[in-house]
């Protein structure tokens, strides 16, 4: 009985914690595209306004900080965690006194900021879901996170354009930080990480023992291809979606808001519980394949919002099965990451990993602009279908080849 009551708790505290990491990034992404968007800044600029996302690509240059130095307050993780909530819910209270049309360049700047605390958020709750849950908890303790991760980005996202479209956006970001500083209470009562678990004793221990650990892996160079391709047909398809749904197709921010973002983070929600729940019964290369075949496919549906033009039933249906797939493609792809990672380096090993995850999402934005501008919206989605499918030739070339110790992982 001990043990389910310590199992609550450690799943618990992914739950609640999953919500304050998913909050900021809507807001510095696509929350801030619709913005920009609706006070008339052009595509080019709104493009560029991925490259705000670059703190998530290099968060494991200062991982090793997180990994090595214990704050006053509430431990190794969760006193870093405290801190960037703190940051995180000024910087969003000071973004909501600006205008994208007199001030773009400084929103960008302070966004790059939001983005730089809110990755160093994701390092510390990163390592402190992969240290608190065991092996058989992983792939539930996956969809929990994914869970309250999207219900962030729902209140973030959805909520947040319905609510700018009648409030305005200045009481929106308000709002925001005024959430983000209510998840400490999340951070207080969460457990505590297992004292077994020893910090590196100097900096360059965490640093350079971390990456020599993670160097010394088998096929090393394909895993971290792996890792960057996996998702990235998912990023390239929903990088300018927010642009597509208002301008390309002439939804209302209320519209986009109640469909694309409820509906579509509704969907991730049940892919990500259904993955994890199938994670239960079945090895984590087949979900893999699976799971990633479906996200594949599930991007072609948005060359039929474009086809069809503004027809609601058609974007709703197809936002909802393209979320769905890539919630379960998310779960598989987190059990897979957390396998991967040394307990005593947990910070700057998943810093690392999903640093490269995170390189397709960042740097698509522009990228994706140019091939709107050039071939249009319906043979850009047919593009996202092509850049999801080396991902998981990948897996095949790595099946049985990968390994942390005795663990087998895929």
């Known amino acids: 009985m001990f043990s389910h009551y310590v199992k609550d708790r450690n799943l618990l505290a992914v739950l609640l914690l999953g919500f304050s990491s998913g909050l900021p990034l809507a807001l510095t992404s696509s929350t801030l595209q619709a913005w920009f968007t609706v006070a008339g800044v052009d595509i080019t600029t709104i493009g560029a306004l991925s490259l705000v996302g670059l703190p998530y690509v290099f968060k494991f240059v200062w991982a090793p900080i997180l ?13 870093w965690i405290l801190i960037t909530q703190l940051g995180l819910c000024i910087t969003l209270f000071a973004l909501a006194q600006m205008s994208p049309v007199l001030q773009p ?34 792939g539930l303790g996956s969809a929990a996170y994914i869970f309250s991760y999207r219900m962030a980005m729902l209140v973030s996202g959805a909520l947040g354009l319905v609510f700018a479209d009648h409030y305005g956006w200045r009481s929106t970001y308000e709002i925001m930080a005024i959430l983000m500083g209510l ?37 090393l160079a394909l895993i971290l291809l792996f890792i960057l391709l996996y998702k990235f047909g998912d990023a390239f398809a ?16 209320t519209t986009v808001g109640l469909t694309y973002k409820t509906f579509g983070l509704v969907a991730s929600i049940l892919g990500a519980f259904t993955g994890g729940i199938l994670l239960t019964r079945m090895k984590l290369f087949r979900a893999l394949v699976l799971f990633g075949v479906l996200q594949a496919f599930s991007n072609l549906m948005f060359m039929f919002v474009a086809m069809a033009g503004k027809n609601y039933s058609v974007m709703a249906s197809s936002i909802f099965i393209e979320s769905f797939c890539s919630g379960m493609g998310t779960s598989a792809f987190v059990a897979f990451l ?3 990672c040394n307990h005593r380096y ?26 709107v501008l050039h071939v249009g919206w319906t043979q850009y989605f047919a593009w996202s279908f092509v850049f999801s499918l080396p991902g998981i030739f990948l897996l095949f070339v790595l099946r049985n080849k990968v390994r942390f110790n005795a663990e087998k992982i895929i």
């Open 67 to 79: 990994d090595r130095f214990i704050p006053p307050l509430w431990g190794r993780r969760r006193g």
């Open 105 to 138: 360049v400084w929103m960008g700047g302070l966004a790059l900021v939001i983005a730089f605390l809110s990755a160093s958020q994701d390092i510390a709750i990163d390592a402190y879901r992969t240290d608190i849950l065991l092996p058989d908890e992983r």
């Open 183 to 219: 998840s400490i209470v999340s951070t207080y009562f969460s457990p505590e990480i297992s004292a077994a678990i020893q910090a590196p004793k100097t900096l360059a221990d965490a640093f350079v023992k971390s990456l020599s650990d993670l160097l010394n892996r088998e096929r």
């Open 238 to 253: 929903l990088a300018l979606m927010s642009n597509f749904l208002l301008k390309g197709i002439g939804f209302t921010l």
């Open 338 to 340: 957390m396998a991967f």
């Open 346 to 371: 947990t910070a700057t090993q998943f810093a690392c990993l999903s640093a490269f995850a995170a390189v397709g999402r960042v740097f698509v934005g522009p990228f994706a602009s140019f091939i």
